[in-house]
């Protein structure tokens, strides 16, 4: 949670894979910072002529938009699991440090395991296509890897109902009881795991007919009036913006926008999710405005003050102050675009 803890858990993860040539995260403080401190230590001059000489990138850091929560939701979503598998393992176990270390890598290997995403093989309609699920490991060694237990004693023994019986396959006997505790959390880890995350991860896939169909959207673009999402306020009350940017991906799906706030005219970046079109900029065309502005001039403290005597009366109700005054600052917004 620190800028220094980041700063040395990239240092060892270097170690172990190489320094990255880009580093994504959300927009934590202590991410940012850390990565503001390393930007900066690698823009010395030697270290820039290094990387030339030996043809390597520099390290890069980008962070994602606020409201792109898939990447964060993944991530929190495998510490969560791994918090609960230690805890649903180990319960009310005392282990020493490397029996510790044991069951919390054989956690990591399981959820490094669990499917993440899948294949584009999955949207092929016909019935021949096993998709081909994306996992962490996959994504970290190009591979599934084989996964056995190597010692003897880890096996789980079968039950009998004789006290006296025991299995002599293995002739020492502290072995089996250094390893008792820890053959014992992992039974439980191994169970825990088949029984409770296995049988979500399944349901989640089938719950939903059309979860992995491809979904169309409109395109959001420059000059486009959007109302932006805020945490802990209502809707009536979020603030409206108009689009100055906005940031593709490979797909050409756009991703992410650069926002102009109307009411303190703030520049801010906002994922799409976070966004609720209202109004496009083709669709405000300058007949439009014209009949904005004729809405607006009307007199609003008497609805009656703009009728004629020999005209009839309108059978349509007024527009109220509060619509009005929305769509005087709406066409106020686009006249600043």
Request: net charge neutral; charged share 25%; proline share 6%.
């Amino acid at each position: 949670m620190t800028s220094g803890e980041f700063i040395r858990a990239l240092q060892l993860h270097s170690f172990e894979y190489g320094v990255p040539e880009l580093c994504l995260s959300d927009l934590g403080s202590s991410l940012v910072a850390g990565a503001n401190i390393i930007t900066d230590f690698l823009n010395d001059p030697e270290t820039q002529n290094f990387f030339e000489e030996q043809g390597v990138r520099p390290l890069k850091f980008e962070q994602y938009f606020k409201g792109h929560h898939p990447l964060g939701g993944l991530v929190e979503v495998c510490v969560k699991m791994v918090r609960q598998l230690l805890h649903c393992s180990i319960k009310k176990n005392v282990l020493q440090y490397r029996d510790f270390e044991f069951v919390v890598s054989q956690t990591i290997h399981l959820v490094n395991r669990r499917p993440i995403a899948f294949s584009e093989g999955l949207r092929d309609t016909s019935d021949d296509v096993i998709p081909d699920p994306i996992t962490p490991e996959k994504l970290i060694h190009g591979l599934d890897l084989i996964s056995l237990n190597l010692i003897p004693a880890m096996q789980p023994l079968p039950t009998s109902n004789d006290p006296d019986w025991s299995l002599n396959t293995d002739p020492i006997d502290t072995i089996r009881t250094s390893y008792e505790k820890l053959k014992k959390v992992r039974t439980h880890l191994i169970e825990t795991y088949n029984a409770e995350f296995l049988n979500n991860l399944m349901s989640q896939a089938v719950n939903d007919k059309s979860r992995y169909k491809p979904v169309t959207h409109k395109k959001l673009q420059v000059g486009d009036i959007v109302l932006i999402k805020e945490e802990n306020c209502k809707p009536t009350n979020f603030p409206l913006a108009v689009v100055k940017d906005v940031k593709t991906n490979v797909l050409d799906e756009v991703t992410d926008a650069v926002l102009l706030k109307g009411k303190n005219r703030e520049m801010v970046r906002r994922h799409v999710t976070s966004l609720i079109p209202i109004l496009t900029r083709k669709e405000m065309s300058q007949s439009n405005i014209k009949t904005l502005t004729d809405h607006i001039s009307v007199n609003t403290t008497d609805p009656t003050a703009n009728l004629g005597e020999d005209k009839p009366q309108n059978k349509e109700r007024p527009k109220r102050k509060a619509a009005l005054q929305s769509m005087q600052k709406t066409r106020g917004m686009i006249s600043d675009i």
